[in-house]
Structures are given as structure tokens and as C-alpha cells.
């Protein structure tokens, strides 16, 4: 089952730089893609153009059968409803509690209005609890997200993008910002709740080590073309 295609996807900037070039991919439910390569390869636009937060200026993109790049208004949200996102500096309401931002997902970044504005139900806050329990932070929850340990709160923005019940999930540099013990720890609650829920998910990552050890399957890009696509073990040298 297919959940996400590109067909010769090429992004230039406006100022001419080519961050993508042809890039063909076809991704199916339940893997986890890591994709590396040097900083500046266009990792991370690939990634913004799925949800077209940088509109590709040529080729084609299939989600779940839709073509996104012809995606307007409703469509579009709904479209990016379905593509959970993890970022690298976390990007947290710093001073809201853990178990609020995790509802920021769900919610799609909309304040709940059924307790008044701006406040949560005992419903929310429970399914809210229950999200944190497995990337196991049911313990933080009412504590402030800047209170956080920088990996605890890279699990909470695993959880607040899994609360959204996205079909995607996409993780650009998820783990650059950590030390490698709690980058470990991260991959590991992320690959775990992925497998759990039969999620899709796209990692950037710069480390290979990493790639190899949580991913399925491995692409490298460099200068914003594909150069590899394959397992792990495939990949015997560098990028
Ligand atoms: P990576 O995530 O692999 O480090 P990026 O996708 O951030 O790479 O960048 C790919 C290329 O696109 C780089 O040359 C970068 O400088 C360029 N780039 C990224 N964003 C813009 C932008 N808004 N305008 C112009 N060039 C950009
Ligand atoms: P774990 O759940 O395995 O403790 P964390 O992501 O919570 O992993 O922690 C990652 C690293 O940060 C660990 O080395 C841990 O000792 C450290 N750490 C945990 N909590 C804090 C904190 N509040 N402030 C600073 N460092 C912390």
C-alpha cells in the first residue's frame, strides 16, 4: 500500500538555487524512511514540500491518492491534518504544560473551545495523559514544557504530532539538538510508536549511524538529487 509518491519533484528558490532535482520516490505504509546527506542537500526542503510549506516549482506529489500540489483552501488543511511534523529545536509552547502541547496536535494548533477559550476538558486532558504515556512522560505532564530535559521534550513533540493521528509523520533533524544517549532514546520512542500504530514516517537525519540502526530504509540525497535508495545494509559507504 502506497501512501506517498514523488514524481520528478524539483524545487528552485527564487534567488535560483536548485534544492531539488528529479526526485522520484514512492513510499509504503508502515516504513520508516530516514533520509541523509550532507547539510544543504535539501533534506529539509524535500520534507517542507510534502506539505507544501515551500511549493515545489515542478513535478508531482501523491499522498494517500491526492494530488497535493493542486490542493487548495480546505483540501490543503485537511492534507496536512494527515502529516504529523517533529522539528529539531522541538518547537514548544515553552511555557504551557507538557500535557496542553501534546493538544496543540490534536487540535491542529487550534485552542479547544469546549471548555471556554482556551481551556482543555478532563476528555482532552485524559487522551492527552494516555499519548504521553508512551513515549513515556505520563509523569511531566502538568509540568512546564521548558522544565523538559531537551530529549523529554522532543518526545513530547513525538507526541503532540502523533495526536494528531496523522497517516505521515515527518521529522526533520529530530535528534541534532541532543546528546547521544537521549538521541537514542528519542529514535527508539519513535520507531516504537510508529510500529505501534503502523504509522509512515520520513526521518532527516545527518548522522548515519542513526540511519542505519532505526531505519528501514535508507535515501541519500546530495545537491538535491536521490544518490541512494536502499536498506542499511546496502549502504556501505558514505553519502
Ligand atoms: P538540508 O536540509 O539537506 O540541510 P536544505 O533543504 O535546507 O538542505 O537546503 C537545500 C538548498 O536550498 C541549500 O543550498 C540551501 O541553501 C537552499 N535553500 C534553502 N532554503 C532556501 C530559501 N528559502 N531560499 C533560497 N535557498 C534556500
Ligand atoms: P530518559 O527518559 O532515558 O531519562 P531523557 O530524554 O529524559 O531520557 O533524558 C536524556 C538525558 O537528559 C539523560 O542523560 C538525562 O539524565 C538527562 N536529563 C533528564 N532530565 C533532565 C533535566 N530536567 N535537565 C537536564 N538533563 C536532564
Given amino acids: 500500500e ?30 520508516l524512511v530516514s ?9 529539509s526542503t524535500f520534507m517542507r514540500s510534502l506539505n507544501m510549506l515551500n511549493k ?21 488543511r485537511q492534507i496536512r491534518r494527515r502529516i504529523g511534523m517533529v522539528f529539531q529545536h522541538f518547537n514548544l509552547i515553552k511555557r504551557s504544560p507538557t500535557y496542553q502541547n501534546v493538544l496543540h496536535g490534536r487540535l491542529g494548533y487550534m ?13 482532552d486532558t485524559r487522551q492527552a495523559l494516555e499519548i504521553l504515556r508512551r ?7 502538568f509540568k512546564r514544557a521548558d522544565e523538559l530535559s531537551g530529549g523529554q521534550q522532543q518526545r513530547v513533540g513525538i507526541a503532540r504530532a502523533i ?8 521529522a526533520d533533524e529530530p535528534i541534532a539538538s541532543l ?12 520507531k516504537n510508536v510508529c ?20 531505519a528501514h530504509r535508507i535515501i541519500g540525497i546530495k545537491a538535491g538529487e536521490v544518490v541512494f535508495d536502499g536498506s542499511p545494509k546496502e549502504l556501505t559507504e558514505g553519502i
Avoid: C, W
Fill in 163 to 170: 495526536a494528531q493521528t496523522p497517516s505521515l509523520l515527518l
Fill in 35 to 43: 533520509i541523509i546527506g550532507p547539510s544543504g542537500a535539501g533534506k
Fill in 111 to 123: 485552542p479547544s473551545l469546549k471548555g471556554g477559550l482556551g481551556r482543555f476538558s478532563e476528555e
Fill in 135 to 141: 513515549v513515556g512522560l505520563e509523569d511531566q505532564a
Fill in 179 to 190: 546528546d547521544p544517549s537521549s538521541s537514542e532514546n528519542v529514535m527508539t520512542y519513535l
Fill in 56 to 76: 515545489p516549482t515542478d513535478g508531482q506529489i501523491v499522498f494517500e491518492g491526492e494530488n497535493v500540489l493542486k490542493a487548495r483552501g480546505k483540501q490543503l
Fill in 2 to 31: 502506497v501512501v506517498l509518491e514523488t514524481k520528478d519533484l524539483s524545487m528552485v528558490f527564487p534567488d535560483g538555487t536548485q534544492a531539488l532535482k528529479n526526485v522520484t520516490l514512492t513510499i509504503k505504509k508502515g516504513e
Fill in 195 to 214: 510500529q505501534e500504530d503502523g504509522l509512515t514516517s520520513i526521518v532527516n537525519l545527518h548522522q548515519v549511524d542513526f540511519a542505519k540502526k532505526f
